[in-house]
């Protein structure tokens, strides 16, 4: 029974005979915690809600090392450490697992959240045939300690189904990570994986995205909510020290369709005379862009202002990673599947200044709001990116974004970490690891066990003759309905249907509406559920 949407369910989950399945995380995707060196208590620093900017600038901001090659805190008296507890999807499940942020279900930290659910659904267990990878995305990923982690992963993951290779599932910035390791671990990668299933890989970059992350920062969610997290400035002095950031720049040796561009409106003095111009710069012109906005970057810690330029070693490292990718090649017998998002507007030029208010001297980009110019994809990785094959079947055909001979590639109409819980992209990879949801006793008001059940034909055609019993009496009562119009409108025309089926779906009911008649339908509730929602909710007291 489940008591309160806060703390999931009790189910009992159902094991079934599955291959393992690895999650795999990407830029931002990991509970991120601050445990003190010496003694102290462990805080969790990202994702957070109450006093995220204050307790992010203090225990998150970090400088790169290139002795090691690792981002560093600037606090020397902690360190940041990614959890593993529940087999490492805690970290990737909830990003702010609060009883609050529970409570209210802010879709934004749900990460893996109904991935998760709905595998289990499929008869995965956790620990045993189901875990998950998050890891310190500010590095390299091709950092060592990352590489080693995911070589644990998978070498663990392996044993504990009884020595089955494992499905890899990554989404975003994961996929570089894993085509790294592809790269520097063959051997282990042909050892361990079955099949590798990518969602929204930014395998040529981000450049819209990216370029103004570097430049203006980034705000994980927009609108209102983005007070209660981290601001945009305070974002981006780290980012600007993160090699991973960096190795999701646009690729300039990759043949885009169009080459992505910086613009800049530049004010010019000639003679006395104010005038201003556009000035362009493409990936590889963005460089000295980049170098000259940031020269005055610095961040105040402690009492001391410590310079924040553009990271030329971080660039070097992140062509490196670039190299070490477009030489990854899937082994044999692995099996590659892409799905991207499509149908968003996702930003692709960036333009700072305009003409009536251009831009004097480019450190004054750091401090103004980008205007982009748009094209397909999932609002922050292009498709063109993550998998175009652009021309078709012409003569001047290029080659696939990702590199590697895939399986299948799909465009889903879906966000960037909306493609983590959107229907479709569940269908394909249910289809592509050949499982199907599995119902049990114990699974009744389970939301994930409960998504496609069997009903029986002759319970039916009795459910059938029910709702025409009932809808038979909605014309009957009319004229009731007439009578009480200020508290119930019209049956078929304005009786918050809507809220209702949103209300039920939330509750795991899946009522569905038909289009042509405005009249609720259903395939999952019995009788006597069907008659109490409706009698109960759509209709006013007069009308019950």
């Known amino acids: 029974m489940r008591f309160c949407p806060c703390f999931g369910s009790d189910d009992a989950s159902v094991m079934a005979d599955r291959d393992p399945v690895l999650l795999v995380s990407g830029m931002g995707g990991s509970i991120v915690n601050s445990k003190p060196k010496t003694f102290g208590f462990t805080t969790r620093v990202w994702v957070r809600l109450v006093l995220a900017d204050m307790e992010f600038r203090k225990k998150i901001w970090s400088l790169y090392n290139p002795k090691t090659g690792y981002t560093e805190t600037l ?24 009883w609050f942020t529970k409570c209210i279900q802010l879709s934004e930290v749900y990460h893996f959240h109904d991935m998760i659910e709905m595998l289990v659904g499929c008869g995965y267990k956790k620990g045993t045939t189901l875990f998950g ?20 992963k998978l070498e663990t993951a392996y044993k504990a189904s009884g020595g089955r290779k494992v499905n890899l599932i990554s989404h975003s910035m994961g996929g570089i990570m894993i085509s790294c390791f592809m790269s520097l671990h063959r ?57 991973s950031v960096y190795e999701m720049m646009a690729n300039p040796y990759y043949e885009w369709k169009k080459q992505p561009e910086i613009i800049v409106w530049r004010k010019h003095t000639k003679d006395g005379d104010n005038n201003s111009n556009l000035e362009s710069y493409g990936p590889i012109e963005s460089i000295s862009l980049f170098e000259e906005a940031l020269r005055h970057n610095e961040l105040s810690y402690n009492g001391k202002t410590i310079p924040l330029p ?13 190299q070490l990718t477009a030489n990854a090649k899937l082994p044999d017998g692995v099996c590659f599947y892409n799905i991207y998002g499509t149908s968003l507007d996702t930003p692709f030029d960036v333009c700072y200044g305009s003409e ?140 918050r249907i809507s809220q209702q089926v949103i209300k039920l779906v939330r509750k795991g009911q899946c009522l569905c509406m038909d289009k042509g008649e405005n009249n609720p339908a259903t395939s999952r509730c019995s009788e006597r559920e069907i008659i109490h929602k409706i009698m109960s909710g759509f209709l006013s007291e007069e009308a019950r």
Not at 75 to 98: C, E, F, R
Not at 133 to 150: A, C, P, T, W
Not at 310 to 322: G, K, M, Q
Request: charged share 25%.
């Open 75 to 98: 606090d020397q008296k902690s360190k940041l450490v990614v959890p593993d507890d529940d087999y490492g999807l805690y970290a990737i499940d909830v990003l702010d697992p609060s």
């Open 133 to 152: 990878f998050g890891y310190d995305f500010r590095q390299s990923n091709r950092i060592s300690k990352s590489m080693e982690g995911l070589k644990h």
């Open 187 to 243: 051997d282990v990668f042909t050892k361990y994986v079955n099949k590798w299933i990518c969602l929204a890989c930014p395998f040529q970059g981000a450049p819209g995205c990216i370029n103004d992350c570097l430049l203006t920062g980034l705000e994980f969610v927009d609108g209102l909510q983005s007070y209660f997290f981290v601001k945009r400035w305070t974002m981006h002095q780290l980012l600007v020290e993160c090699p």
């Open 310 to 322: 553009f990271n030329f070693d971080i660039l070097d490292c992140a062509i490196e990673t670039r």
């Open 356 to 495: 009536n208010s251009p831009i004097e001297d480019l450190s004054e980009i750091c401090h103004t709001l980008p205007q982009y110019s748009y094209v397909d994809g999932d609002g922050t990785v292009p498709a063109e990116s993550a998998k175009i094959d652009a021309y078709g079947n012409s003569p001047n055909r290029r080659p696939f974004a990702d590199g590697l001979k895939a399986i299948e590639r799909v465009g889903v109409p879906a966000s960037h970490r909306g493609i983590l819980r959107d229907e479709t992209v569940f269908q394909l990879i249910k289809k592509w690891l050949d499982v199907e949801p599995i119902v049990s006793k114990q699974s009744k008001t389970s939301k994930v066990a409960d998504a496609d059940p069997i009903m029986p034909m002759k319970k039916e055609k009795k459910l059938r003759k029910t709702y025409g019993t009932v809808l038979g009496e909605r014309n009957n009562l009319a004229h009731v309905l007439e009578d009480s119009s200020r508290k119930a409108a019209q049956w078929g025309q304005n009786l």
